[in-house]
Nanobody
Framework: QVQLQESGGGSVQSGGSLKLSCAASGDTRCMAWFRQAPGKEREGVAAISPAGASTNYADSVMGRFTISRDNAKRTLYLQLNTLKPEDTAMYYC???????????????????WGQGTQVTVSS
């Protein structure tokens, strides 16, 4: 059974930075970050391959966010730079057992989810 626990959220001003972490247990393979703002659907932000060599980003965060992983520490990261008020959301770590199609950013592709960590960006 895979368990995921996010941390690192907080409140920052527009233009600021945060680094999110997700501690994982079990066989996580492909992993991703999602976010959900109030009244909106959950959306994929970034995905990473099992070894961490390949990544995929949503257009809205390309060039500002960076996903990475340290498999020795069983930890997934998301560096958030140049934050905007529209980045305000609950951020979730997700994992799936598959090793193919790492780039998927659709909710249905992921089996396991963390509880989320809140990111709030003020203007």
């Amino acid at each position: 059974q895979v368990q995921l626990q996010e941390s690192g959220g907080g409140s920052v001003q527009s233009g600021g930075s945060l680094k999110l972490s997700c501690a994982a247990s079990g066989d996580t393979r492909c992993m991703a970050w999602f976010r959900q703002a109030p009244g909106k659907e959950r959306e994929g932000v970034a995905a990473i391959s099992p070894a961490g060599a390949s990544t995929n980003y949503a257009d809205s965060v390309m060039g500002r966010f960076t996903i990475s992983r340290d498999n020795a520490k069983r930890t997934l990261y998301l560096q958030l730079n140049t934050l905007k008020p529209e980045d305000t959301a609950m951020y979730y770590c997700a994992a799936r057992s598959a090793t193919t199609a790492f780039q998927r950013l659709d909710v249905s592709a992921y089996n396991y989810w963390g509880q989320g960590t809140q990111v709030t960006v003020s203007s």
